[in-house]
């Protein structure tokens, strides 16, 4: 039997750490790098965030998570510098088992054709763009995000094989 400090492990691919730092770039805002573009040693402070499992309850919890991450703006460097917030910090994802759940979810978020930056992502983290209160009196939608629906009162009736039974929150 082979010793484990004789097995090679697979190196990380260049090709695909070439993509992932040209992505990190163009999100950064920072030019695209012709020489070596297999490296992204230019790129400091690269932040990863693992989801861990535990079914429908680490889901949940990741979801908390996010919508406290998408909460938490950022300070403006000048005034005139749109809001960020933590969520424009995270590089990358890790996720098992539950919490693939919730990373297959935000990571779908991204495909959305009615989500264009990541301010976006946050608005339908937070429901800041379906709530009452951001809509004003008139129920108005700004017109890029759908409107959320929202159902008060959680115990009704479901059809089952008790027609009596009621849902549970």
């Known amino acids: ?71 938490q703006e950022l300070p403006r460097a000048k005034s005139t510098d749109s809001a960020k917030t933590l969520l424009s910090k995270i590089d990358f994802l890790s996720t098992v088992s539950g919490g693939g759940f919730f990373g297959s979810f935000y990571g779908r978020l991204f495909t959305r054709k009615e989500v264009t930056d990541l301010a976006d992502v946050a608005d339908i983290l937070t429901a800041r763009a379906a709530s009452e209160e951001e809509r004003g009196s008139s129920g108005q939608t700004s017109g890029k995000l759908p409107e959320a629906r929202s159902f008060d009162g959680c115990a009704r009736t479901v059809a089952t094989s008790r027609p009596t039974a009621p849902a549970t929150c």
Do not use: W
């Open 1 to 71: 039997m082979a010793s484990q400090d004789s097995h090679e492990y697979p190196e990380y691919p260049k090709e695909l750490k070439g993509v992932e730092g040209d992505l990190l770039r163009r999100r950064r805002g920072l030019p695209e790098k012709h020489a070596a573009p297999d490296l992204y040693d230019d790129i400091t402070n690269t932040i990863g965030f693992g989801l861990s499992g535990g079914g429908i309850r680490s889901a949940t919890f990741c979801l908390g998570i996010f919508q406290g991450l998408a909460k």
